[in-house]
């Protein structure tokens, strides 16, 4: 890409991004009630996008070859005790990843 094009590919981005950040406050403005079917939708997708994420991230994990998954399974139950523990999203997850990453590149 020359400069032209990489500057258009980065305004094209910033515009995106700003359209999605702006748009729901633009739309659902705080003098009216936010409608019943959004409220719901805040409520189940992200329980949908964590099961989602789950099932791509394990889809490609093999119960019949070595390591029998058990990396993956390890930093799972790391993940949640730590979750449980401390309620704390994103320390459990950094925490879940590194287990699994010391596993994969250290055990298995």
Same mark, same amino acid.
């Given at each position: 890409m020359n400069l032209i094009e990489? +500057? +258009?590919t +980065?305004? &094209?981005c910033v515009l995106g991004t700003m359209a999605t950040r702006f748009l729901p406050f633009l739309i659902f #403005? #705080?003098?009216r009630p936010t409608p019943k079917y959004i409220q719901y939708l805040g409520k189940v997708l992200?329980?949908?996008i964590f099961?989602? &994420?789950i099932v791509y991230c394990l889809k490609n994990? #093999? &119960?019949l070859k070595y390591s029998y998954g058990l990396p993956e399974l390890i930093a799972i139950?790391?993940?949640t005790v730590l979750h449980l523990?401390?309620?704390q999203m994103l320390l459990s997850i950094a925490c879940g990843t590194i287990c699994y990453m010391i596993l994969v590149q250290l055990v298995f």
């Open positions: 990489q +500057i +258009i +980065i305004a &094209l #403005s #705080s003098k992200p329980g949908a099961s989602m &994420l994990v #093999s &119960l139950i790391v993940t523990w401390k309620r």
